[in-house]
């Protein structure tokens, strides 16, 4: 009789993926970690936990290790978004090919459960506010498509191979050990690296953009309960976010300090998470104020 869960964690090694497994291993899972340490970090990773660092271009390598896992939790990508418009082709190849080795693997395995992280940049620019999972998706740039493509995947692989999958569409993640040079970083990342160095805080346009910022708890919560809730696995997506946004000039005065302005660049003008399917087929809601983690971080950062 199988006395626990085997949990593999693709993207273990990155910001968000570090967190998931260290509750995985919290709650009593054997954590498998796939990363190829290009985004994350040896040392982010649970000693409890077991490292393969493997491409997920190579199905080859990464078969066995996914095999007759209980659930497969898919972080792994290429996420900087302007790297994807200079190198569409090497960010089509991990996000999109990456992914379906991963999903072939899992499907070929007997894999229980595919939890994938999806990404609000699959929105684009919409008219309306807040953003449902019943609009229509228009991506603005290669890394916002091809992380769609892949929840496209999910979607099919339950719907034709009977692969019980589910996709979290995550709002701007940020919280303790994001990396401040990363593609995660975000503008709180940067802020608190520029303000901690005695630089200016550095905003892109006028400031009055927003974003949906989301707590790395909040996200984790999600993962955890998408990984039991009787209520998903064809494929749903689902948004995981605040439900809440703030101007990136809110969070400058929030962090405190000289600021200066570059040009704008190609990106949403605004993000705002529709969550009501999230409360519904599990249960979440966000539980962190963006105001009370920023002063958390400030403390982290002495700033």
């Given at each position: ?43 982010r990773v649970s000693p409890k936990a ?35 418009i200079d190198h569409p082709d090497e ?142 696995g064809k494929g749903e997506t689902i ?65």
């Amino acid at each position: 009789m199988k006395t626990h869960t085997r949990s593999v964690v693709v993207g273990g090694a990155g910001f968000i993926g570090s967190h998931l497994v260290e509750a995985l291993v919290g709650r009593g899972d054997e954590v498998v970690v796939i990363d190829d340490l290009s985004g994350g970090k040896r040392e982010r990773v649970s000693p409890k936990a077991t490292l393969h660092v493997k491409d997920i271009r190579d199905r080859a390598a990464i078969t066995p290790l996914i095999k007759s896992a209980d659930l497969l939790f898919h972080l792994a990508a290429l996420p900087r978004v302007q790297y994807s418009i200079d190198h569409p082709d090497e960010t089509n190849d991990v996000n999109i090919n990456g992914t379906l080795n991963v999903l072939l693997a899992a499907r070929d395995g007997g894999v229980g459960r595919v939890i994938y992280s999806g990404s609000s940049s699959a929105y684009g620019d919409q008219e309306t506010l807040p953003l449902s999972e019943e609009m229509r998706e228009k991506p603005v740039h290669p890394y916002g498509l091809q992380k769609y493509v892949g929840e496209e995947y999910v979607r099919l692989f339950a719907d034709i191979y009977g692969l019980p999958g589910v996709t979290l569409r995550y709002f701007n993640v940020y919280g303790p050990g994001m990396d401040p040079e990363g593609p995660y970083a975000l503008a709180i990342g940067r802020f608190l690296k520029l303000k901690k160095e005695g630089k200016p805080l550095t905003i892109v346009g006028d400031g009055e953009q927003t974003r949906d910022f989301t707590h790395i708890t909040d996200v984790i919560r999600a993962n955890l309960l998408a990984s039991e809730s009787p209520n998903v696995g064809k494929g749903e997506t689902i948004n995981i976010g605040r439900g809440k946004n703030v101007s990136v000039n809110r969070l400058a005065e929030m962090i405190g300090g000289e600021r200066v302005h570059v040009p704008a660049r190609k990106e949403p003008r605004h993000t705002l998470a529709d969550i009501t399917k999230a409360k519904k087929l599990l249960g979440w809601e966000p539980r962190v104020d963006i105001e009370d983690a920023i002063l958390e971080l400030r403390k982290e950062w002495g700033v």
